[in-house]
């Protein structure tokens, strides 16, 4: 019985996901070629979140969204447990937020010059040294423009939906633009949407916004003790709201 839902529901996610893609990537790479900072892309990226929650049967509930400001550009933490977690920030953090995509996926037609358009930094995992370089200045420019920074500090999405020990990267950006870090819990995506497998189940999604963390007058010393003060937060919610932490 099960599967009578999860089939269709599946085919329904990823056709509309297609669908949705095409459209909001050509919509956000007119809208770029006049205005990159348009608040109207940012309309568009949500709605192409909306449409593939919808689609899957996911229903989000968000709190903690007091804890963000419209005039402060983040740092955004968050773990990292499925594909819907990037349109399940996008809908839950108010903000007009761009993350760091495996190179993987810009090789995608159509999605990949959306993604380019509106300033997503590509990410070669292999690589060392000047792509290091070339991922901190793009997201500078973005910061300049006062967009907030995504970063999953996982790395990747644990195949078992159990959370990992975060990577020093987004706090040694933190620290170096002297910029808060936003703590973003989540929990339930893995449920609905498991990593390595096609198949959609849907359900809940909860994520939970803890107050920022402010990184002024830190330095490179103390990238360790805060990326451990960001998981033991971050890992705390995700316990307490049921999910497994490695």
């Known amino acids: 019985m099960r599967w009578l839902i999860v089939g269709p529901r599946t085919v329904l996610t990823w056709l509309v996901g297609l669908v949705a893609t095409i459209i ?19 309309r568009v990226i949500r709605g192409w979140s909306r449409a593939w929650l919808i689609a899957s049967g996911t229903r989000l509930v ?12 983040y740092v955004v933490v968050a773990n990292h447990v ?32 959306g993604m380019r358009a509106v300033g997503i ?18 997201a500078r420019e973005l910061l300049e423009k006062n967009r907030s920074l995504i970063i999953f500090a996982e790395g ?25 870090v936003l703590p973003v819990s989540i929990h339930g995506a893995y449920e609905a949407m498991p990593p390595g497998r096609p198949w959609v189940r849907g359900g809940r999604i909860e994520v939970i916004i803890d107050s920022p963390i402010e990184t002024t007058g830190m330095t490179s010393a103390d990238t360790t003790a805060l990326r451990d003060r960001v998981y033991d937060v971050i890992a705390g919610r995700v316990r307490e709201l049921g999910g497994r932490v490695g």
Request: glycine share 6%; hydrophobic share 45%; charged share 25%.
């Open 24 to 42: 909001g990537a050509g919509a956000v790479m007119i809208i770029a070629v006049f205005d990159d900072t348009s608040p109207m892309i940012d």
């Open 62 to 73: 968000a709190t903690g969204r007091e804890n963000v400001s419209d005039a402060t550009s």
């Open 82 to 113: 499925s594909a819907l977690d990037i349109m399940v920030c996008f809908l839950a953090v108010r903000l007009p937020i761009r993350y760091l995509a495996k190179k993987e996926l810009f090789r995608i037609p159509i999605l990949a010059q």
């Open 156 to 180: 990747t999405r644990p195949r078992d939906g159990v959370m990992r020990r975060f990577k020093k990267g987004a706090f040694t950006m933190a620290i170096a633009g002297q910029l808060p």
């Open 121 to 138: 930094i590509e990410v070669d995992r292999e690589a060392r040294g000047a792509i290091h370089a070339e991922v901190n200045r793009q």
